[in-house]
C-alpha cells in the first residue's frame, strides 16, 4: 500500500509527540509531570457548564449551521464590541470545531501554491506546517530575544515581497509569551498599509492571559481591517480545551470561503459546545479574570526558579502561560554517553531522566531554545523545575 505523498509535506506537532511520550511513560508506572502541552489545569467555570447541561435537556443535539449558530455568532459580534471595540456583523463570524481548524481554514481559502506565507519566529508549531500542506512557501522572520521576540517595521518591510500572500502572528505570543503594544502594532500596520496584496492572520486565543494591560488588536487599524483575519476561541481563556470551539472575524469574502472549504470537512460545530459558548462569550469573565492572577503568581515563581540554572537566558513572557528560555549554552554536553547536541536532545533527556516533558524550540522556529508551560499546579511546577535544575546541573 502506498499512502498520499502529502503526507511527506509536514511534520507531527512537537507538543502532541512529548505529550504522548510523557503519557507513555507514565503508563509504565513513572511520575511524569508534564510542562509541554498548552493547556490550563482549570476545569471550566460553573457557570458555563450549567449552560452546556442545559443545552443537552433542550435537546441541541442535531447538526449545527456549517458557520455557527446566528446568535453564537452574533455572541462573538458583542465579545469583540465588548473587549477589543471593533465592530462586526454575523456576515464577518465563523465557528469552527477550534481555532486550529479556524487556522487551517484560512490558511487553505487565502493560500495558493506557490505563495509566500511570512511568519516571524518563534511561532506556534501549527503555522508552518499548515502552509506546507497549502503548498505555500514558509518565509521566516527571526527576531531577537532583545526585543522580546518582537518583529520590527524594518524587518517586516524587509520580508515582504510580491510575492507575499499572508503574514502570521500570534499576541500574545505562543511560545515567547511576548505581547504586542498598540504602537508596535501601529508601526507594522503602516508596512502592511504599503502592501495591500497581504492578508493578515491575527491569532489571539491567549487575550485573556496578559500580565502587562489590555489587550490590542491589529485588526484596529482600520486601513487594514479588510485584510486582517483575527482567529480565537475557548480553549485557553475560558479552560474549555475538550469542548473544541474556534472562531474567525473577517471580510465576507473569507468567511465565505472558508465556510465552503468546512463544508466539506466537518459541517458545523458541535451543537452542545456552541451554546456554551454563547454564555462564555457574553457572560461573566471573573473566572477567565482569576486564572490570569494564578498564571502571574506562577510566572513569577518560574522565573524565579529559573535564576537557579546557569548560563540560561530568558525574555520575560507578557502573556500567555510559557517560558521560552535559551538553553544553548548546554549543548555538546555529555551526561554519561550521552550527548546534548541540540534542544531535541535536551527536551529528550529532562524526560527520560528528570521526568518532565518540556518540547525543543526547534519546532517553534528557534532551536536554540526549550518551551516550559507554566499551566500546572505550583507544586507540580517547582517539583518539575528542581528535577529540571538537578539534571542540567548533571550535565558536563
Same mark, same amino acid.
Given at each position: ?96 470545531? $477550534? ?37 505555500? !512557501? ?35 505570543? !505562543? ?66 480545551? $475538550? ?25 458545523? /460545530? ?6 456554551? /459558548? ?53 549543548? $555538546?554536553?555529555?551526561? $554519561? ?60
Amino acid at each position: 500500500m502506498k499512502l498520499s505523498s502529502r503526507l511527506d509535506l509536514f511534520a507531527e506537532p512537537e507538543t502532541l509527540k512529548m505529550a504522548k511520550l510523557g503519557r507513555e511513560l507514565r503508563s509504565q508506572g513513572i511520575d511524569v509531570i508534564d510542562l509541554s502541552l498548552g493547556e490550563p489545569d482549570f476545569d471550566t467555570p460553573e457557570h458555563i457548564k450549567e449552560s452546556l447541561k442545559k443545552a443537552v435537556d433542550d435537546n441541541y443535539s442535531h447538526y449545527t449551521p456549517v458557520a455557527g449558530y446566528p446568535d453564537l455568532r452574533e455572541a462573538v459580534c458583542t465579545k469583540l464590541r465588548r473587549d477589543n471595540g471593533l465592530e462586526y456583523k454575523q456576515e464577518n463570524i465563523l465557528v469552527s470545531t $477550534g481555532a486550529k481548524q479556524s487556522l487551517a481554514n484560512v490558511v487553505m481559502a487565502v493560500v495558493d501554491k506557490g505563495d509566500d506565507v511570512v511568519i516571524p519566529t518563534p511561532y506556534w508549531v501549527t503555522y508552518s506546517e499548515i502552509v506546507k500542506l497549502a503548498e505555500g !512557501n514558509v518565509v521566516l522572520i527571526r527576531t531577537s530575544i532583545e526585543n522580546k521576540y518582537k518583529l520590527t517595521a524594518a524587518e517586516l518591510e524587509a520580508a515582504i515581497t510580491p510575492k507575499t500572500k499572508l503574514f502570521i502572528f500570534s499576541s500574545p505570543c !505562543n511560545p515567547s509569551g511576548s505581547v504586542y503594544s498598540k504602537a508596535e502594532l501601529s508601526a507594522l500596520a503602516e508596512v502592511f498599509s504599503k502592501h495591500p496584496q497581504v492578508f493578515i492572520i491575527s491569532d489571539e486565543i491567549y487575550e485573556y492571559i496578559n500580565f502587562v494591560g489590555k489587550h490590542e488588536s491589529i485588526a484596529q487599524f482600520e486601513e487594514l481591517k479588510n485584510r486582517v483575519i483575527i482567529i480565537n476561541g475557548l480553549s485557553k481563556g475560558y479552560a474549555m480545551t $475538550g469542548y473544541r470551539l474556534g472562531y474567525i472575524a473577517a471580510d465576507p469574502a473569507v468567511v465565505k470561503a472558508c465556510e465552503k472549504l468546512q463544508g466539506q470537512y466537518t459541517s458545523g /460545530a458541535n451543537a452542545v459546545t456552541q451554546r456554551g /459558548a454563547i454564555t462564555a462569550l457574553t457572560g461573566d469573565l471573573k473566572p477567565s479574570m482569576e486564572m490570569n492572577v494564578e498564571f502571574t503568581r506562577r510566572r513569577a515563581r518560574m522565573l524565579e526558579l529559573l535564576e537557579g540554572i546557569p548560563a540560561v537566558a530568558i525574555a520575560e513572557p507578557d502573556g500567555a502561560f510559557y517560558v521560552f528560555p535559551v538553553v544553548k549554552a548546554y549543548f $555538546g554536553k555529555k551526561f $554519561g554517553d550521552e550527548v546534548m547536541k541540540d534542544a531535541d536532545d535536551l527536551c529528550m533527556y529532562l524526560l527520560n531522566t528528570a521526568h518532565v516533558s518540556t518540547v525543543t524550540g526547534r519546532a517553534f522556529g528557534e532551536p536554540d531554545c526549550i518551551r516550559i508551560s507554566f499551566a500546572n499546579s505550583m507544586n507540580k511546577i517547582e517539583e518539575a523545575m528542581s528535577r529540571i535544575t538537578k539534571a542540567m546541573a548533571n550535565l558536563s
